[in-house]
C-alpha cells in the first residue's frame, strides 16, 4: 500500500522509487502484482505519463487512511508504554486563546492532574487527532470536521469582519456577508482546505491568524472570524459583527476509542467551563 500511495501521488515509478529508497523493477512489479490481486487497472501507463483510474482515486483515498491508521496506531502504542505520558491537545494558533488559558489553568488545579502539552496547527487540527499525533482538541464548527470523533460543546459564538480600522465599513455598527464578501479593495483571504489546497479566488492565501492580521493591516484582504478573535487583534484593525454569517460552535473532539481518565478529566473541566 505504501508503494502504491507513493506511485499515485508522484504519478511516476522513477521519482516513486526514490522517494521510497529501492530500485525501480521492484516498484513495477509489486503494482502489478496489486492489480492482479485485486482485478482491477489501478494507473493507466504510457510512454509520456502515468494517470490514475477511477479504481486507483479511490484506492489512493482509502490507502492514505490506512496508512495513516497504522501510523496512529504506532503513536499511541509507543506513547502508552511510557509512564506517564502527557495529554497532547491541538488547537488553531491563535483560537480560543481565551479559552483554552482557562481550560490549562482550572484542569492544572485538579487532584491528580497531569502535563498538558499544546499542539499548534496551521489548519485542520482534527487531523492530529485521526493520526494519532494528539489526544484531544478543540475544533470550531462548521469550519473543522467532527467525523468520526467524540465531541462536547462548549460554547457558541457570532462572527466578525476584520477590517483596517481605515475602511469605511470599519465604523459601522455591523454588516452582512454580502457587504464583506464583495469588497474589490479587500477580497477574502483564503484558508487551505483538505490536502493543503487552496481554493480559487482573488483573495491572499493565508496559513494562520498572526499572518492574516498583518494582511489586513496592509489592506491586502480581509476574513470573517468567531467573534472570541477580538482579544488578538493588532492595532489597526477592527472588527463588525457580521448579522447573517452562521454561528461557531467550538467544541472538544477526541478519538472514540480512548479509554484515558485524564483526558476524561480534561474533558469534564472544558465542559463545566
Aim: hydrophobic fraction near 45%; charge should be neutral.
Amino acid at each position: 500500500m505504501r508503494y502504491f500511495v507513493a506511485v499515485a501521488e508522484e504519478l511516476h515509478f522513477g521519482r516513486a522509487a526514490r522517494r521510497l529508497g529501492i530500485a525501480q523493477p521492484p516498484l513495477s512489479r509489486t503494482i502489478a502484482q496489486l492489480e492482479q490481486r485485486l482485478g482491477v487497472a489501478l494507473l493507466e501507463r504510457t510512454s509520456r505519463k502515468v494517470t490514475l483510474t477511477e479504481a486507483g482515486s479511490v484506492l489512493l483515498a482509502e490507502g492514505r487512511a490506512i496508512l495513516g491508521a497504522l501510523a496512529a496506531a504506532e503513536r499511541r502504542t509507543q506513547r502508552a508504554a511510557t509512564s506517564q505520558p502527557p495529554l497532547v491537545l491541538a488547537t488553531k494558533a491563535g483560537a480560543s486563546g481565551e479559552l483554552l488559558a482557562k481550560l490549562l489553568d482550572a484542569y492544572a488545579a485538579e487532584p491528580g492532574a497531569i502535563a498538558v502539552d499544546l499542539l499548534l496547527c496551521e489548519y485542520q487540527p482534527q487531523r492530529m487527532l485521526h493520526n494519532g499525533q494528539a489526544d484531544v482538541a478543540l475544533l470550531h464548527q462548521p469550519f473543522d470536521s467532527t467525523a468520526e470523533l467524540d465531541t462536547e460543546i462548549l460554547n457558541t459564538e457570532g462572527q466578525v469582519a476584520i477590517l483596517p480600522a481605515s475602511h469605511p465599513l470599519a465604523g459601522r455598527s455591523h454588516v452582512r456577508t454580502a457587504d464583506v464578501s464583495s469588497l474589490p479593495d479587500l477580497p477574502l483571504a483564503r484558508w487551505p482546505g483538505p490536502g493543503g489546497v487552496y481554493p480559487e479566488g482573488p483573495g491572499a492565501e493565508v496559513r494562520n491568524q498572526t499572518q492574516l492580521f498583518q494582511l489586513i493591516a496592509l489592506g491586502r484582504t480581509t476574513v470573517v472570524l468567531p467573534e472570541s478573535c477580538r482579544a488578538n487583534l493588532l492595532e489597526g484593525l477592527a472588527a463588525v459583527p457580521v448579522l447573517d454569517a452562521p454561528t461557531v460552535t467550538t467544541v472538544i473532539a477526541w478519538p472514540p476509542h480512548s479509554r484515558s481518565r485524564a483526558l476524561a478529566d480534561l474533558v469534564r473541566v472544558a465542559t463545566r467551563l
